[in-house]
């Protein structure tokens, strides 16, 4: 099993504790303040890495009334959706764009990406907010009326994507 991000963190911030610790005891001042110095740069790293995975944790789309929420800062109201299309068993091709979280089965954050079946690109964009579960190939792609507010996401299954994807678009027909 890999080490995560957050035990790689807990990891070097005990190590660097326990090396301060001994460079007070046998270690000359001046070599003591180097490495004291480089302990809590060390510590410092590490403890970034868990406030950045703290703060942007996995996101789950959630349909309320006429919006669909991420975070509480980022709500699509259905009036304001100009497309939105749904990707069945599709293959993704992202490419991290900015601020973002991936540990190898969730990504989230700002992205570029190319969506393709075979080796036909059924759409690219360089510059969207993706929430994605990397096993699952079902994607949901939502761009607004807004400058730049594009959206690409999935849920934790292809099925509930697909559900998600079919209850956006009813809710939206009803507005029309």
Known sequence: MPITHTQLTIIISVL???IAFFCQVFIKQKKRQVIVILCV????????????RSDNPPIQAMMSENRIIFKKDEI?????????????DVELDLSANGYRWDNGIYYSGDAA??????DTTLLSVPKCR????????????VYTD????KFIFNLETE????????????????ID
Do not use: G, H, P, W
């Open 146 to 149: 807004k400058e730049n507010e």
């Open 159 to 174: 099925e509930a994507t697909k559900q998600f994807y079919d209850k956006i678009r009813s809710s939206i027909n009803q």
């Open 76 to 88: 699509i109201r259905f009036n304001n959706i100009k497309n939105i299309t749904y990707f069945e």
């Open 16 to 18: 660097c504790i326990i």
């Open 113 to 118: 990406f190319n969506i393709t079946d075979d």
């Open 41 to 52: 740069i060390l510590t410092f790293i590490c403890s970034t890495m868990i406030f950045a």
């Open 130 to 141: 993706a929430y994605i579960t990397y096993v699952v190939k079902n994607y949901i792609y």
